[in-house]
């Protein structure tokens, strides 16, 4: 071989030895070195340039930053015997890399040794408390709440713990077992919790129930009052129509006493001409061509034909 091959392949071993030897550590990494498997030195947490022995150690990498459990949904009963689903998610991180890697090795063992941590004290802290205590986080001012029904009522029954308390001695509790792993649980919440599919049928046909009943009482509301719009409306028009039935009387009776009137002064004035006129309508409204009359001479009626012949 010649000395050029030679001083490549030289090269070569020295940059393969080099990179097996160098690894860089992020801001957001924290590395366990592992020699047959097995964990050999400190944590390395400082960011930078850092080397091991090529071949034989290895690097295990894992995150500063912080990390997300999202759990799965668990049918749960309550204290007072409510099935509901439970939805709960978590942040947490790893506080010390070297436990957390020889009792779970990496994300995937946290990940399911969370599972059953925190999946369990939430099981176990539902069942020690009632529904309400689990949805409300504080108690109601009954001034600044609207009741209209019976079950609206329970908004107002008081809570000795809310949500967050509850949240926080599953916290509390949880933390106390993860600390034994190098992980520090950062949080907890529930997602989401709902009635199971039995009970959720229930609760809608109540509220349909209720709000039909609501409905009930405001037609009941709004039919009375139609009903006492409508007699109001008749009573006012029966009112008006006397008023202006004796208002006609009053004026009927008004027109009568002035015709009445005028009459009596065209009689008095001249008595002989208003019975002359008189008599000629009574002609003209009792006479025509087809009429025959048999009267005698002294007939009133005739007395001006009378005295013209």
């Given at each position: ?70 759990g ?46 925190l ?31 019976e ?66 009482e ?39 006493a ?12 001249d ?16 006479m ?22």
């Amino acid at each position: 071989m010649s000395r050029n091959a030679l001083s490549l392949v030289i090269a070569f071993a020295v940059l393969v030895i080099v990179g097996q030897a160098a690894y860089t550590v992020s801001e957001t990494e924290q590395i366990i070195i592992t020699q047959f498997g097995e964990p050999v030195g400190d944590p390395v947490v400082s960011p930078g340039l850092h080397f091991k022995i090529p071949f034989i150690q290895r690097t295990n990498v894992f995150e500063k930053r912080f990390l997300e459990w999202d759990g799965n949904p668990n049918q749960v009963p309550t204290r007072d015997k409510r099935f509901i689903w439970v939805d709960t998610y978590a942040r947490w991180r790893i506080v010390d890399p070297l436990l957390f890697f020889q009792r779970l090795r990496d994300e995937r063992g946290a990940q399911s040794r969370l599972d059953d941590i925190l999946d369990g004290e939430t099981r176990n802290a539902v069942a020690r408390h009632d529904l309400i205590e689990l949805v409300r986080s504080s108690n109601r001012d009954p001034d600044d709440v609207l009741i209209e029904s019976e079950e609206e009522a329970a908004i107002l029954e008081e809570i000795a713990r809310g949500r967050r308390e509850v949240t926080r001695q599953i916290l509390e509790t949880a933390a106390g077992r993860t600390a034994d792993l190098g992980i520090e649980l950062l949080d907890l919440r529930f997602k989401r919790i709902n009635y199971v599919e039995e009970v959720q049928q229930d609760v809608f046909a109540r509220m349909i129930a209720e709000r039909q009943r609501i409905a009930e009482e405001f037609r009941s509301e709004g039919q009375g009052e139609s009903a006492r719009i409508h007699g109001e409306r008749e009573r006012e028009l029966a009112q008006i129509q006397s008023e202006a039935y004796r208002r006609a009387e009053e004026l009927r009776g008004e027109a009568d006493a002035n015709a009445t009137r005028i009459y009596a002064d065209a009689y008095n004035r001249d008595g002989e001409f208003y019975a002359f006129t008189k008599s000629l309508e009574t002609y003209e409204a009792t006479m025509d061509p087809s009429t025959l009359f048999i009267l005698g001479t002294d007939s009133e009626l005739l007395q001006f034909l009378e005295r013209t012949r």
